[in-house]
């Protein structure tokens, strides 16, 4: 089968490897989409995501539809659209090639979370494999095109869930990308008031605007705290996530926050190790990292998808073809795409 694959940092091709076998609780998919993160997926290519082994099959926003299961699968059948299938998981390999999620691939599999779970002896950790709890089903009619954009929002929701955004609490994205604009719907949508973002571009900043931030802040041109306090009469936030993978962003965030306010890391850092000065900061803030549960929100933003009060398709700027993976990062690198859909197979 064909997948894309980072064999050195700085590098990615599209290569034939072999197709991926599955276990007992485990389903075979044919992978349908996979839309790339301009996150993760460069960190991988570029050689500064935390793990570091190469070669590597590619990509983690994916969706299969399941054409063969293993004998103790009970709660997925041939058909069924299951999110985040991989060619190999994390810690495993596949004739020599590592996984950094393996989802740009023509086959991968996905495995039965909720029979490891029930035919687990009670008292024992049941073995779930990695990304298990998340490979969830979708409904038959659901577009494989959104599932990238799915997943991002899922994530996006309940990170705010998480780090305890309510109604009516003020919000600061750090990051005017396309997770800072899943945010912002994320936000709007649980009732936060004001959502500010922030941004150095004009143009993503305008489209924060059109996705329903109440204000933008245009970092090359104003000060962030300065500007923060100025459209929360003096306060500071309640709540602020670094949404772009930035240490320098997240000091600012800091000086941002209201007494009592929070903080929350989201974007990855490519640097492990950082000094950071609170000294500009309220007496009483929190800093948090925190990793979504995006299992919790599933049926949720599907009803929400379906009532059409989440527009999935306002994320997604360009659909391309497998063979087309190349040009695809040339967009995200140039900062002129948001979600590009990936289609492997229809």
Request: one cysteine or more.
């Amino acid at each position: 089968m064909r997948a894309v694959v980072v064999p050195e940092p700085g590098r990615i091709e599209i290569k034939e490897v072999p197709e991926p076998s599955y276990g007992e609780y485990e389903a075979l998919t044919e992978i349908l989409t996979c839309s790339i993160c301009s996150g993760t997926d460069t960190h991988v290519i570029d050689g500064t995501f935390p793990v570091r082994t190469f070669p590597a099959i590619l990509g983690h926003e994916s969706v299969g539809r399941v054409i063969a299961c293993g004998p103790k699968v009970r709660h997925l059948k041939p058909g069924d659209l299951v999110l985040r299938p991989c060619a190999v998981r994390p810690g495993e390999t596949l004739d020599g090639y590592y996984s950094m999620f393996g989802g740009f691939a023509e086959y991968g599999v996905v495995a039965d979370a909720r029979a490891i779970i029930e035919d687990t002896p009670r008292g024992q950790t049941p073995p779930l494999p990695h990304f298990a709890t998340a490979q969830q089903v979708l409904p038959p009619d659901f577009d494989p095109d959104l599932a990238g954009a799915f997943i991002t929002f899922k994530e996006t929701l309940n990170f705010l869930y998480r780090l305890g955004v309510q109604h009516g609490r003020s919000l600061l994205i750090l990051g005017s990308g396309t997770v800072g604009l899943s945010f912002i719907m994320a936000a709007k949508l649980i009732g936060a008031h004001p959502v500010i973002v922030t941004g150095r571009r004009s143009e993503p900043l305008e489209r924060a605007l059109a996705f329903g931030a109440d204000a933008v802040i245009n970092v090359t041109t104003e000060d962030t705290v300065q500007a923060v306090r100025a459209h929360t009469d003096g306060k500071g936030v309640d709540f602020a996530v670094e949404a772009v993978g930035s240490w320098d962003v997240l000091q600012e965030g800091i000086r941002a926050l209201t007494d009592g306010g929070q903080i929350g890391v989201y974007g990855l850092a490519p640097d492990r190790v950082a000094t950071l000065d609170w000294s500009g900061a309220p007496r009483n803030w929190a800093l948090r990292f925190l990793h979504p549960r995006e299992e919790e929100v599933h049926q949720q933003v599907i009803d929400q998808v379906r009532l059409g009060l989440v527009d999935l398709r306002r994320l997604i700027s360009h659909t391309i073809d497998l063979d087309e993976i190349l040009y695809g990062f040339e967009l995200v690198r140039r900062k002129q795409a948001t979600k590009v859909v990936v289609r492997i197979r229809r």
